[in-house]
């Protein structure tokens, strides 16, 4: 599965629009990763770089534009390297190696930060036992909002405390595990002025039972080519 893997949930502001990654793909149906071998797929997530390329192990993937992933790429556990060049110019704006300890699937996001071009590597598996409960967890990559609070609740219920408070630039929550029966409602206030800056309303978390989810804070101003 390519870019449809990303899906956008409700954009309800003007500053941040939230999306969600999960480790689900067609080919899963086929195959899983071999005990010596893991997958690996690149997130486009840095706003003011146009439409990139990469090389995972030597293997160039698809044209990504911002806010798109990569289809996975099986690699051989250990050190991989990956670089990143702009579409127009073949320009390596990334070029660095992760190291996969373990077999499963991994998503390298690439953030635009003061430094450049950064990646940041999640582990994508599925860790929730259970069919009905989805594992939740959240990715601050917006330049524009310097803190997020972040609010899993019911429906109906007011904003007391967030289920985590104060995530800055690059930071990853850690895992909330939550049942796909019971309404759900994300709300993001940024943490220095305490403006709602994103509201999903009511969702349904029942496709994503049995997974590990990331839901990706991201800008909805970018420069991007298309």
Known sequence: MSHQQIRNLMLLCLVVVVSVISACSDDDLVTSPASETARLRIIHVSPDT????GNIAGD????????????????????????????ASDQVIFDNAVTLDEAGDYSLL??????????????????????????????????????????????????????????EFGEVSPLLTRST???????????????????????????FANETVSFLILETRFTSSR
């Open 110 to 167: 690439l953030l635009g930060g003061d430094n450049g071009i950064e990646g940041l590597l999640l582990r994508d598996d599925s860790v929730s036992s259970l069919a009905a409960q989805v594992s939740m967890r959240f990715v601050h990559v917006a330049l524009s909002i310097e803190r997020a609070d972040v609010y899993v609740t019911t429906s109906e219920a007011s904003l007391e405390t967030p289920y985590v408070a104060d995530l």
């Open 50 to 53: 146009s439409l990139v390329y």
């Open 60 to 87: 160039q993937t698809d044209y990504l534009v911002y806010g798109v992933n990569s289809e996975y790429e099986s690699v051989n556990l250990g050190e991989v390297t990956v670089d990143v060049r702009l579409a």
């Open 181 to 207: 029966t019971v309404d759900t409602r994300i709300r993001l206030t940024d943490s220095t002025t305490n403006d709602l800056v994103y509201d999903s309303g009511t969702l349904d978390l029942s496709s």
